[in-house]
């Protein structure tokens, strides 16, 4: 099984930049995106042919946030949103359970400029983390998305000039580490322990060809499936976003 995970900075815009044609290479059973900034309404037709559609658009305002599901496999169920969750109406978390696992698709709050949205965001990670270890007793969980934090210094390029800012502090590196330490496994730094592997770069000019990024997209696993994991790579060749994809790649379930 193969799960793709991608912030594409707004799914129109990505789908003039022949996200269908890279899709179509990659072969994803599942693809999981942030940040689609649209409405189901919006679409002129399916977003990618051969893949069911679940939709959790922003309904605070158009045009923000937003995550989707698509599967080639059809869910036992679907729910959107977290238990009494902050930042509820911005289309940041869709929950679909499959016969052998949870898939839970997050586009975290980003805490913002000064850390003015800070509090959000930590009792938005605490809610998660909650709701992640309440499904994981169920059956194991598969987190992914943009979880706008880089977790340690080798995890971006300039460490020392962003710590303290947002997607750097302290108090959102220790709440990425209380869910690893919960008992879920950072997918990627499973198999590459080595630095300037980015999943993020601004859009200034020369920032991507120069790799001056941040990890900050992840896949996050349930323990239990830690010898079910065969692969996770990131796709930095793949345009169309200011993110990169990273892929999940797993054994069949028996």
Known sequence: MKILCWNVNGLRSA??????????EVDPDIICLQEI???????RGPVLDGYLEYWNSA???KGYSGALILTREKPLSVKNGLPAQPAAGEGRVITAEFDDFFLVNVYAPNSQDKLRRLDIRLQWDAKLQSTLLSLDEIKPVILCGDMNVAHKEIDLAHPARNRGK??????ERD?????LDAGFIDAFRHF???PEHYTFWHFNKGTREKNLGWRIDYFCVSESLID???DCYLLPEVTGSDHCPVVLELS???
């Open 228 to 230: 079910t994991m065969q």
């Open 166 to 171: 947002k997607g750097f502090s302290d108090p």
């Open 37 to 43: 900034k649209a409405q189901q309404t919006q679409m």
């Open 15 to 24: 789908l003039k930049k022949d996200f269908a044609q890279q899709m179509w």
């Open 252 to 254: 069949d379930f028996a």
């Open 175 to 179: 709440s990425f580490s209380s869910l």
């Open 192 to 194: 590459e322990p080595g």
């Open 59 to 61: 309904t605070v305002k």
